[in-house]
Every structure is written in C-alpha cells, then in structure tokens.
C-alpha cells in the first residue's frame, strides 16, 4: 500500500507552511486564491485525500447517522430507508446501514459497530428475537438519540415511530366479516414483535366484537417468505371447516397464497377472500389485485429520521426531549381479493 499523502507533502512539494496549506483545503478566508489554487492542484496531483472524520470529530461530529434493520429485502423496509436518505441528505448527514438478519446476536454486533463509528443518532426496527435492549445502553448514557420505528421495545425508552397495527388488523377482519368471511385465519410472524402481537389483539378482538369464537388453529405463524405461502394455504386446506377468509401479515406472502390456492382451483373472494399488508407493488400486481393494508414505510422512514435530527439539534442547545410514540395513519385499500357484496362508498383508494 502507498503511503498516505499528508499536508506536510504538499507543503514541502510547492514550498508553502504546513499551516498555510491547511488553511487552504479547509477554505480559510485568510489565504489568498491565488495560493489556495495552487495547492488545491498540488494536493489533487499528489493524491491527497482529506480526511474529514478526524476533523469532524474535532467537531464532535460525524455528520454520519446509523440504521440497523431485520431485512434489506424487505419492500417496507427500503421504502423506509428512501424515506430516511431523503431528509438525512437534505440535511447533510450520510447513512451507514447495516441489517440484523433477524438475529439478536447480529444486532448487538451492529450495534457496538455504530457506536465505535460514533454515528451521531441511531434508527432501529428490531430483530425477531430482541425482546431487551441493553445492548443500547451505551449510546442512551451518552446522550446519542436513538429512535426505533416500525418495530419497537416494549420499554418505553425515547422515542419510536409506528402505525397503529392493533387497529389495522381490526379494520382488515371486520372487512372480511362484512364480506360474509365467518371462519377467518390470520398468518403472521413471531409474536416477539410488537408488530405481529398488535395485529393479533386486532384480528380477535374484531372476532369478539361479532360474537365470532376464536379458533387457535386458525392463528398461523410462519416468516411470510414467499415460499410460505404454500405452506399456509396446504394448512388451510387441513383444516375442517375451510377458512372463507385469510388475512396475511405481508403482500410478498399474501401473494404466494393467492397462487398456492389458483393452483388448488379455489376461486378467490368466492371461496375465500384474502387481504394482505404493507399495499406492496405485488398486491397490485396479482390477479385479482389484493386487499391490503397501506403502511406508509416512505413516510415512516421521513418522520423517524426529521425526529432523530430534531434531537440532534436539541441536544446541541441543551434541551432535552421527552419519550414520544408517533403513530401514523393507515388505510384499508378494498380491492377485488376481498368483494364479494361490499358497496362502493366502502371502497378505499388505490
């Protein structure tokens, strides 16, 4: 490897102080144009490159702002980081990302990876397995904000940015029983999650407001990969009496089922409505287009990332900002998966 060009290089190249040449590449108004451009050339055909993180962190900034999530191939979740890049950058911070891979043990590694890179906040949706946060600890004692958002600790410790998933799941299974759907099963993930668990308070509580029982066989967990869809709809066909209705916790999935059951030539709403999650490019994409719930993962990303560079600036003045759970609205998209007697006033927009 080269050695690393320095301000004393350039200095002894064009016969000019260390001191004045740093001034140069740092923009002071003190050194004349004339000069500034004559080391501005020496230094780009040297190869000097500067190094901004050691003068940030003179600063006492990175100007760079963490983001740990479970999946990079998740749609909503990068929809949440465009969301996030988009005002990170209007601001002029960068983005360091990096994924858990669903794994606590991936997580805390990320986590200690950050704040040795002395990220100067931090935004997180948790892994499948997170269930305590001390491996947070360390940026909380410094004063590093930290936002957390779509997936959330139960610990209400600052500040996280979600939608109202009890309230989703309720509105998407009093959908279904509008409809006619009175056996109606729910595929979801783990129920570590606040996600998840909040969407299964919804789903029974819906049943319950109807006087419908609940049926635990009807509850499915699954990782709603696409390759899951299959194996729901071979446990839907098990089972005695046949769900009319099925209501899953992402569109990638939600699709999958819809294919699994063309295949088995069960007609789609007619035998059993379906509606997924998330109002994915997929949901739209299918025929016929999916019911699904839209959550707004752009908009999510934004909030969480203005918030996290409030609080920045907040601590910069002193100021200390009380814990906040933003919740944002969503809405139940009615489309052809679903209808099989809903009126028109009913219907969402697409």
């Known amino acids: 490897m080269k050695k690393e060009i320095t301000i004393y290089d350039i200095a002894e190249s064009i016969g000019f102080s260390p001191t004045t040449v ?31 993180f050691a003068s940030n962190l003179r600063r006492k900034h990175t100007f760079n702002i963490g983001v ?22 209007q601001a002029g911070y960068n983005l360091i990302i990096s994924q858990s891979l669903e794994s606590l043990t991936k997580e805390i590694a990320n986590t200690k990876t950050m704040f040795n890179s002395r990220v100067d906040g931090l935004l997180v949706s948790l892994a499948a397995d997170t269930e305590a946060i001390d491996h947070f600890e360390p940026f909380f004692k410094k004063e590093i904000p930290v936002i957390f958002f779509d997936r959330v600790p139960e610990q209400n410790y600052g500040m996280g940015v979600v939608i109202d998933n009890e309230k989703a799941a309720f509105e998407a299974t009093a959908h279904l029983i509008e409809q006619g759907c009175k056996n109606i099963a729910h595929a979801l993930g783990n129920l570590k999650i606040n996600v998840y668990a909040d969407r299964l308070k ?24 696409e390759e899951a869809g299959e194996k729901i709809v071979s446990q839907l066909m098990e089972m005695k009496p046949r769900p009319d209705g099925l209501l899953v916790s992402n569109d990638s999935c939600a699709a999958s089922c ?44 934004e909030v969480a990332m203005e918030k996290l560079i409030q609080k920045l600036v907040a601590n910069e003045s002193g100021i200390r900002q009380e814990k906040e759970l933003i919740i944002l609205p969503f809405n139940l998209l009615i489309r052809a998966s679903t209808l099989r007697t809903v009126s028109s006033n009913k219907t969402g927009k697409l």
Not at 202 to 225: F, K, M, W
Not at 275 to 294: C, Q
């Open 22 to 52: 740093s001034r140069a590449l740092s923009n002071h108004p003190r050194v004349k144009e004339n000069t500034k451009i004559k080391i501005f050339e020496a230094a780009a055909k040297l190869g000097y490159q500067s190094n901004i």
């Open 202 to 225: 919804g789903y029974q509580r819906a049943l319950e407001s109807v006087g419908i029982r609940h049926v635990p066989q009807n509850v499915i967990l699954t990782d709603l990969s």
């Open 258 to 301: 819809l294919v699994a059951l063309k295949k088995r030539g069960i007609m789609v709403p007619e035998e059993i409505a379906l509606v997924g999650f998330n109002n994915d490019v997929i949901s739209r994409m299918v025929e016929p287009n999916l019911t699904t719930v839209s959550y707004p993962g752009f908009q999510i990303g």
């Open 68 to 89: 740990i999530v479970p999946r990079l191939n998740s749609p909503f979740q990068s929809s949440a980081l465009a969301g996030m890049e988009k005002v990170a950058s």
